[in-house]
């Protein structure tokens, strides 16, 4: 049984977007400060690398668990990046070649910078069955491009104003794929997949961008079966969730991919995602920083001075895809991102009534019923527009029936309202650390606030504090649950 074609390019796009994020930031300058620290995420550095610098590592491993049968078959692609230094020189004279920083050469610009060549290595393995191992290697390579000059002088046609150095360092790797039965009864899969860097360098780089040249940047996995389900990793079943548990994740974590309805793909990656990640409808193309939002990079970018535009061309070809995407991008597809709704909850929970815009044929005389008492249903409420309320949820000032100023509360058998004093004891669901400096300290109560879930806050401000009551006076206070107090006398 095959994969649906639609689902492997779903689970390829967002795959395509982790491979890349981080590549080149906005605004997309070789010059700009934080352009200058890059390839952060599922790094895999020489193991020679790794003995001097621990924070590094060589090797990454997911594991996760599959319901297959015996027959199964499981194939993983490994996909990465190999960093590639182009370096620009200019022609000299009287011969020969100079280094330098950026060129313009034939209306175009050229900086030096680190671009990046895809990888990819794939392995098929039989249920239960393996190790089975594939060996990589990538040569060093050097290329060289000329530049030609824009408008030589007569009789010097095909004269060179520079030319692009581009240099990669050779890389060796492996791709290490198992599968065992998991003790139960289930007999459920627990799938290995490992990818490691092998290379072997006859002295260790003396730091990280020039180990970058050896190193296996963005890896991430694809994996496939050809029949079965996998096992969420973050929401396994009951029966799993042992099994998951038992898993050694290394570098990177393996989500469900491919849309909703797809259980027969995983994708393993350095940053951690959600079961089914999918790249926004809306979004027109990749800008290297999947988190960020579309509209406000694309509304930056166009902002950009020409000099400056002419430097992000310079830079990358994939930075000046991006420029030309942006500013050849029309009024509409700029105004789809400008908002969205995911989802809709509808008033009255109730079954939707299709509704024909072609005229029926008349129906032939029903025979004579018995009259019957009628009554209101959900159906008779289907046809009927839901009642526009008098109060708008989101205006607390329009709405009388809460008074923060005068609502109160019971706590421990006790009314709280403004004025009341209270002992703060924050609660364990509270993620702030800076939440134990106020354990046992004692407050006001400045307001009793109701949410739009009828859940019940309290806005306090710690006694005897010059600071908070400054910051009562802006509005700014501390906000607790019922439950997260201890009134006071």
Known sequence: MTLDPSWIAHARRVADAICYEGYLLYPYRASAPKNRSRFQFGVLMPPGYCDADPSERSACQAECVLDAPAAAQVTVLARFLQLQRRTVEVAEPGGGWREVGSLLAGGTEYATWDEAIEREQQVT???????????????????????????????????TAGRL????????????????????????????????????LATAPASREAALEHALIAVHLLIAADRGAFVSMTDPPEWAAEAVAACVNTGTWPVLAGPPECSRLVLSAPVILYDHPEVAPESAGDLFDATEIDEILTLRTLALTDEEKREARGTDPRAAGILDRIEEMPPEMLERMHGAIRFLRQAHDRAQVPVSTTPAAPAAPAAPAAPIAHTASTADTALTAPAVPAVPWWDPGADTSVSPETDRVTVAGVPIARGSRVRMRPGARRADAQDIFLAGREAVVEAVLHDVDGQVHLALRPAADDLAEMQAAQGRFWYFAPDEIDPIG
Not at 170 to 199: C, D, F, K, Q, W
């Open 125 to 159: 393995v039989a249920l239960p069955g393996g190790p089975a191992r594939c060996r990589f290697r990538f040569p060093a390579e050097e290329t060289a491009e000329d530049l030609p000059a824009a408008d030589p002088p007569a009789g010097t046609a095909g004269r």
């Open 165 to 200: 150095i581009r240099r990669s360092g050779a890389i060796e790797g492996s791709l290490t794929v198992s599968a065992t039965r998991v003790a139960g009864p289930y007999g459920a899969l627990r799938l290995r997949a490992r990818v490691a860097n092998h290379t072997v």
